[in-house]
């Protein structure tokens, strides 16, 4: 695209993939082992009920954290080639251009507005 500094965007893609590749290894450096290994014994032998259901909400919570994090990094690895290709900032539904003020917002955005509002319908 023409009017937009695809070299802004590739720093601001690439600040944003170091941000959510150090917050994916600190999950995962914070729950390594087993939900037993968390409690200190065999999960759900003498802990009490309350500890085992925090102990478990939080390592689920994490795993949706690290989740999401992983598909933004996917998303993230995907503009920056899209940026290599020159079709950075194509939507990839109608292949119109995409809103630099959506881009700024969401450097990773696939789609324009109003395809991405038709996708979360």
């Given at each position: 695209?023409?009017d937009?500094?695809?070299?802004?965007?590739?720093?601001?893609?690439?600040?944003?993939?170091?941000?959510?590749?150090?917050?994916?290894?600190?999950?995962?450096?914070?729950?390594?082992?087993?939900?037993?290994?968390?409690?200190?014994?065999?999960?759900?032998?003498?802990?009490?009920?309350?500890?085992?259901?925090t102990?478990?909400?939080?390592?689920?919570?994490?795993?949706?954290?690290?989740?999401?994090?992983?598909?933004?990094?996917?998303?993230?690895?995907?503009?920056?080639?899209?940026?290599?290709?020159?079709?950075?900032?194509?939507?990839?539904?109608?292949g119109?251009?995409?809103?630099?003020?959506?881009?700024?917002?969401?450097?990773?955005?696939?789609?324009?507005?109003?395809?991405?509002?038709?996708?979360?319908?």
């Amino acid at each position: 695209m023409s009017d937009i500094d695809t070299a802004d965007f590739r720093a601001r893609l690439l600040e944003a993939r170091g941000r959510l590749t150090n917050a994916v290894d600190f999950l995962e450096h914070e729950n390594p082992g087993s939900l037993g290994d968390e409690l200190g014994e065999p999960t759900g032998l003498d802990n009490h009920l309350g500890d085992t259901a925090t102990a478990t909400y939080d390592r689920e919570l994490d795993e949706g954290l690290e989740e999401g994090a992983q598909q933004t990094l996917r998303d993230i690895d995907h503009a920056l080639q899209k940026i290599d290709d020159g079709s950075y900032g194509t939507c990839e539904v109608c292949g119109k251009p995409i809103a630099p003020e959506r881009l700024k917002a969401i450097p990773w955005a696939r789609l324009c507005i109003d395809d991405q509002r038709k996708a979360d319908a």
